[in-house]
């Protein structure tokens, strides 16, 4: 993916836009533009002029994208780093980002799920565990999941859920990830698109304030299946992992993506 940190912001509908990505990208990192369930080929346009020069990648709901064919061809169409479409077991996708050239990814949160998909052609999986914040299935917990996964297959894996600290970030490293794969840490960042008032709620959480819910895709009509619920905290909408605990004050995303960095490596570098 041509970074030089092996940090992703995920892609967070409402809270990764241009801004965060290109600041992402900036500090070494590979930053993603996320378009989520109500996602437009008209907004995906909008946020990707905001990205000042910076490569990033793009992270798109396959059911919106199905829904939406225009999405997806902008999407293609701007070239990113890497094109990430998760949720879906059509694979058509995969040929046509092919065929642009582009490097692709998934989330998967089986190892069967994750054998279709390199099956499938994807090049790059993430594992991402039950822990994380917003939508996915929450099936096994991180760090089981992705040595499983790792085990299965023979591409490399990011690791998503749950990681918000340099602990976290070193804890998947040290097990065999090519990155992590980082949300609430980056959402709660100033670049990011997350309302103030969202933003001190994540401030002020703890890993237990979370919980798992389809009630607010219901009241929107969104057509998510009841298997894929989204982790947020306790009554309210605001998607938050259990790492939240570990986000408990401003930061711009260049500071995130040092703090995590560096303390990874300090860690890390204490097996030699």
Do not use: K
Not at 146 to 162: E, F, I, N, R, Y
Not at 188 to 215: I, K, M, N, Q, V
Not at 221 to 233: C, F, K, N
């Amino acid at each position: 993916m041509g970074i030089d940190v092996p940090i992703v912001n995920a892609p967070m509908g409402g809270a990764a836009g241009g801004r965060l990505a290109a600041a992402v990208s900036a500090a070494g990192g590979l930053g993603m533009v996320g378009m989520g369930s109500s996602a437009t080929a008209a907004q995906l346009t909008a946020e990707l002029s905001q990205l000042d020069g910076q490569r990033c990648g793009i992270g798109l709901v396959h059911w919106v994208a199905q829904d939406r064919p225009a999405l997806l061809d902008a999407a293609v169409a701007a070239r990113p780093a890497l094109l990430s479409v998760s949720f879906g077991d059509d694979w058509a996708w995969v040929r046509r980002a092919h065929n642009a050239g582009l490097t692709v990814t998934t989330q998967v949160a089986t190892v069967d799920a994750a054998r279709r998909a390199v099956d499938a052609g994807v090049d790059v999986l993430v594992a991402r565990g039950a822990e994380g914040g917003g939508h996915g299935e929450p099936t096994v917990g991180t760090l089981p999941l992705l040595a499983d996964v790792l085990d299965a297959v023979d591409v490399p894996v990011l690791a998503a859920g749950g990681i918000a600290s340099a602990r976290a970030v070193a804890a998947v490293l040290a097990a065999g990830a090519a990155a992590a794969w980082v949300g609430t840490a980056f959402a709660a960042c100033a670049e990011a698109l997350t309302p103030a008032a969202a933003r001190d709620a994540l401030f002020a959480a703890d890993a237990e304030a979370t919980e798992l819910t389809s009630e607010f895709d219901v009241a929107a009509g969104y057509r998510w299946p009841a298997s894929i619920p989204e982790r947020v905290l306790r009554g309210s909408p605001v998607n938050a992992g259990q790492g939240v605990g570990a986000v408990w004050r401003p930061a711009t995303a260049a500071e995130v993506v040092t703090s995590l960095a560096a303390g990874a490596a300090e860690l890390l570098g204490r097996w030699r």
